[in-house]
Nanobody, 120 residues
Framework: QLQASGGGLVQAGGSLRLSCEASGFIFEDFAIAWFRQAPGTERDVVSCSSLRDGNVYYADSVNDRFFVSSDAAKNTVFLQMHDLTHEDTAVYYC???????????????WGLGTLVTVSS
């Protein structure tokens, strides 16, 4: 299971940190991705971190603004978001797969989303 949390309402230019807590599987054997989906749009990958080799990948739209970190002892991956804009408003999901992929259907496990709303 994956549980995403930390969403909320934030002003443009602000910051927010999301958490994704994993349970029921060996956390470090998986790649953990963050996706987001705004109303009327497709679910797009934001970042993916391969816990096994430490590689982290970011979508161009969030590069240098969003940062992933993890706490293996807590089986938790964090998404720290800075300089938020209205375009970042979406439901954010975390997902797990054997390896990083940009494709949602490659992910085996999904958490319920957490809503991030950025007011302009």
């Amino acid at each position: 299971q994956l549980q995403a949390s930390g969403g909320g309402l934030v002003q443009a230019g602000g910051s927010l940190r999301l958490s994704c807590e994993a349970s029921g599987f060996i956390f470090e054997d998986f790649a953990i991705a963050w996706f987001r989906q705004a109303p009327g749009t497709e679910r797009d990958v934001v970042s993916c971190s391969s816990l096994r080799d430490g590689n982290v990948y970011y979508a161009d739209s969030v590069n240098d603004r969003f940062f992933v970190s993890s706490d293996a002892a807590k089986n938790t991956v964090f998404l720290q978001m800075h300089d938020l804009t209205h375009e970042d408003t979406a439901v954010y999901y975390c997902a797990a797969a054997g390896r990083c992929s940009w494709l949602p259907h490659d992910y085996d496990y999904w958490g319920l989303g957490t809503l991030v709303t950025v007011s302009s």
